[in-house]
């Protein structure tokens, strides 16, 4: 099992920053795309940003130039600087990881998410 861990939403005025972050932990091989979702109430949980276990980065337009996605593989961590915040920015985030398993000598890649962290924007 892989547990995803969030940290760092919370209520910050229009035009300030945040940073999440997100911890994964459990038994796995290895840990490949990580990413963040957004969710609004009653829509589809969207990508925000994500990042390979390379280091290359995937970004909405939306937030393209005011968010930056990085990753520490030595701590199995993503972290997304959100700066510039909007009031249209105000969701429930979601962490993301694809992850490689050893199940029977054999690799399965799995889909995790973190519980989410709610993030509000003043205007």
């Known amino acids: 099992q892989v547990q995803l861990v969030e940290s760092g939403g919370g209520l910050v005025q229009a035009g300030g920053s945040l940073r999440l972050s997100c911890s994964a932990s459990?038994?796995?091989?290895?840990?490949?795309?990580m990413g963040w979702y957004h969710q609004a109430p009653g829509k589809q949980r969207e990508l925000v940003a994500a990042?390979?276990?390379?280091?290359?980065?995937n970004y909405a337009d939306s937030v393209k130039g005011r968010f930056a996605i990085s990753r520490d593989n030595a701590k199995n961590t993503v972290y997304l600087q959100m700066n510039s915040l909007k009031p249209e920015d105000a969701d429930v985030y979601y962490c993301?990881?694809?992850?490689?398993?050893?199940?029977?000598?054999?690799?399965?890649?799995?889909?995790?998410w973190g519980q989410g962290t709610q993030v509000t924007v003043s205007s």
């Open positions: 993301y990881s694809n992850v490689a398993i050893a199940s029977m000598d054999q690799l399965h890649t799995l889909d995790y």
């Open positions: 459990g038994t796995f091989f290895s840990i490949n795309a």
């Open positions: 990042i390979t276990s390379g280091g290359s980065t």
